[in-house]
């Protein structure tokens, strides 16, 4: 590989770094301002991108990362900011099309 698609593919990784540090930080900036008994240190990020800045649990865990019965593959991170596969839903989705052939 070229020295040209090396420096354009490490500026990509920079770029989606950087992106997601910006929104980390918006989402800890967004619970500080709000009153202390009233953080619950989930939520969104300019009304789109999911945060979870609570301790994980195992439930939590099983629902985001392995639950077939989700309406979505992809769902809000276990822990930190951005989403996760669902592989739980992932595995019944190629399962039912399996099914179906």
Request: proline share 5%; glycine share 8%.
């Amino acid at each position: 590989m070229g020295h040209k698609a090396e420096k354009k593919r490490g500026g990509l990784r920079n770029l989606v770094t950087l992106a997601a540090l910006a929104l980390t930080a918006a989402a800890v900036v967004k619970e500080l301002r709000t009153p202390a008994e009233e953080r619950t240190w989930n939520g969104r990020v300019a009304s789109v991108v999911p945060y979870d800045f609570r301790m994980p649990t195992l439930d939590r865990v099983k629902e985001r990362m392995w639950n077939p019965e989700a309406a979505s593959v992809v769902s809000p991170r276990v822990f930190g900011v951005g989403w996760t596969v669902n592989v739980g839903k992932l595995f019944a989705e190629i399962k039912g099309q399996m099914e179906q052939e």
